[in-house]
């Protein structure tokens, strides 16, 4: 979309096409070069892909197409020969934002274009899509791409586009107060869910179109998909947790399944990393081949990984925390049996023990809305770059009740000295009754404000009053205590 559009203000004759990743894959794929060449395509530019595509781009260049690669992925040995490649992870590459999301890539070399050629960039368009898909791909939200996203944010809030307003509304959020978060669990989730159940093509449309009718009928199509999405992720996430008691020793988490879709295997990697605490792959399998989804942990560089299994898989890509590949059915064994020989030895041989930082130990004085707007200086908050986490002792939980679709989230009333507030504590939803049980629980937690201004805590740990010390311990000593 930031191209398309980057395009459209040159007057540049431009379309878009987006591999339907259970038909195609994902990435550059020759027969889609061949259509579009046929279809008259002079010019191609890949967007968050292409840098292994290799094979790709000689045929590009057979066809007479000038291939231009953006992408920010792990580049290997070799690049393609292509026109171009634009990737700041290349080797001998200035940049100093070599973890830019595919987005970034894409809206600098916009930026540069427009400028060689004379044209005004229209920011606050191209800096609201780049704040969405940078969230949305979950890279470190620090550097460029902290910057962008919030000079995008700001842009989002103060003059949406068409579709992202449509978007915002439908999700149920207010203007003027969506942030990376609402991005991270609401926004993205019902953009990718196109993709995910079927074509990208809904989305794309609705973050380039003009008109607020069918920017309403866009956002309302993605809203089913998103439900569809959700069903679908559970029936995998249950499915994976299963086959994962196959293998409790396991230095990675290996899952495959013929029934499980292509589109929702990554959300099913996540799931397991977080039950876990070690690297997970899930794999949907078609046929004779199996397309795999793999999250991973610190410590764990999972593109690395793969290239150290390049002679098992066809292909492959990603970078240090995410990647992706496909592979033969045959050859599945042997890559689980290399990657946790991998992993044993990038991991030196120490169990991952899931862990939580804790920032400072907070009086409960201080624990107020003036508190929750200094800290909010510090957002745009996301991946590699979370919320401070604020350690209370002592408070007590109430009004405890389950809530999501399958009851897995807890929402409760904290009262820490002489203040209430709401809270929530995702995934934790088992553990209602342990909460009830205990009435006070030294807690983790990450603080908000919601929509009217008031202060909300996540709960990112909890556990009977006296384990704090424990908590601090696990995330590597004692933390300072904040004090009035």
């Known amino acids: 979309a930031i191209l398309v559009r980057a395009f459209r203000q040159l007057g540049v004759v431009v379309g878009a096409y987006i591999p339907n990743r259970y038909e195609e894959g994902y990435g550059l794929n020759s027969a889609a070069l061949r259509q579009l060449a046929a279809d008259g395509a002079k010019v191609i530019v890949s967007v968050d892909c292409g840098v292994t595509a290799v094979k790709e781009a000689a045929v590009a260049r057979e066809l007479g197409v000038d291939l231009i690669v953006t992408d920010h992925h792990h580049p290997p040995a070799t690049l393609p020969d292509a026109y171009a490649v634009v990737n700041p992870r290349r080797p001998g590459d200035p940049s100093i934002e070599k973890e830019l999301a595919g987005a970034g890539v894409a809206l600098m070399l916009a930026k540069r274009l427009l400028g060689e050629l004379g044209y005004g960039l229209r920011q606050d368009e191209l800096l609201q899509l780049c704040a ?120 990675i988490t290996v899952v495959a399944d013929p029934e499980w879709p292509a589109g929702i295997v990554g959300l099913g990697a996540s799931r397991l990393v977080e039950d876990y605490g070690r690297p997970a792959i899930v794999i949907a399998i078609d046929g004779n081949e199996g397309k795999g989804s793999c999250r991973s942990i610190a410590g764990v560089h999972i593109a690395e990984a793969l290239d150290e299994c390049d002679d098992v898989l066809i292909k492959h890509g990603g970078h240090a925390m995410a990647a992706g590949f496909s592979v033969s059915v045959d050859r599945i064994p042997d890559l689980i049996a290399r990657l946790d020989d991998v992993v044993r030895r990038r991991l030196r041989g120490e169990r991952p023990v899931p862990t939580i930082r804790v920032d400072a130990e907070i009086a409960p004085e201080i624990l107020t809305s003036k508190l929750a707007l200094e800290l909010a200086m510090l957002e745009p908050c996301g991946a590699e770059n979370p919320r401070p986490y604020l350690l209370i002792r002592g408070v007590r939980v109430y009004d405890i009740r389950q809530v999501g679709a399958d009851s897995d989230h807890l929402r409760c009333k904290v009262t820490v000295g002489r203040f209430t507030f709401d809270a929530m504590a995702f995934r934790r939803g088992d553990h209602a009754d342990g909460m009830t049980e205990a009435g006070r629980v030294d807690a983790v937690v990450s603080i908000g404000t919601g929509l009217r201004g008031f202060v909300e805590l996540e709960l990112r740990d909890f556990g009977p009053v006296g384990t704090a010390d424990e908590m601090e311990r696990i995330g590597g000593g004692a933390a300072p205590v904040l004090v009035s």
């Open 132 to 251: 969405l898909a940078t969230v949305a791909d979950v890279v470190p939200l620090r550097g460029g791409n902290r910057v962008l996203t919030r000079l995008g944010l700001e842009a989002l809030n103060r003059a949406p586009l068409v579709g992202v307003r449509a978007l915002v509304e439908r999700s149920g959020l207010k203007l003027g107060h969506v942030g990376a978060g609402e991005i991270g669990y609401l926004l993205g989730p019902r953009l990718n869910a196109a993709g995910r159940i079927s074509d990208a093509e809904d989305a794309l449309r609705l973050l380039l179109t003009e008109d607020a009718d069918e920017a309403k009928t866009l956002a309302e199509r993605l809203e089913q998909r998103n439900a569809e999405r959700q069903e679908l992720t559970r029936q995998v996430v249950a499915g994976a947790r299963e086959r994962a008691q196959e293998r409790p020793d396991a230095w």
